[in-house]
């Protein structure tokens, strides 16, 4: 389970579980009111998010690390997002690897992927599968 470093535990549980559709499993109030961490799911997909340390803020814009996730039908999933009017990064895609995703960025500048597997992978040409 990837844990991933927010300024604020309280807001980002929010986006992944109201706007999203997540689940929230657990988390931890800490003494000024706030959630020190939270863990959240969808189907066999969890994220974990915590303050930074030490009160220190989170970098802002765009991050380094992208979170790729499975979901058991990202077709509905893409449609219920786009419904709700989420802002859809990458549309829906079937990648040559086989998977079949959509992409949104979450507001601490995360790009969250979420993909079901539906075919085969066709390597693009001239590239090979080791």
């Known amino acids: ?3 991933i470093v927010v300024a604020s535990v309280d807001a980002i549980r929010n986006f992944y579980v109201d706007t999203l559709g997540f689940s929230h499993v657990m988390g931890m109030v800490g003494k000024d009111g706030q959630l ?5 799911v969808m ?3 969890r994220i974990m998010f915590m303050r930074a340390p030490g009160g220190t803020a989170a970098p ?3 991050q380094p690390v992208e979170i ?3 979901v058991e039908d990202v077709d509905a999933l893409h449609k219920n997002l ?3 009017r989420v802002a859809i990064s990458d549309p829906l895609t079937l990648q040559w690897w086989g998977d079949r995703t959509f992409k949104v960025l979450d507001p601490n500048g995360y790009e969250v992927w979420f ?3 539906v075919a ?3 390597p693009p040409q001239g590239a090979k599968l080791v």
């Open 1 to 3: 389970m990837p844990m």
């Open 36 to 40: 020190d961490f939270c863990t959240v």
């Open 43 to 45: 189907g066999e997909a």
């Open 60 to 62: 802002s814009g765009k």
């Open 68 to 70: 790729y996730l499975e």
């Open 82 to 84: 786009t419904k709700k």
């Open 115 to 117: 993909y079901t597997h």
């Open 120 to 122: 085969e992978p066709k």
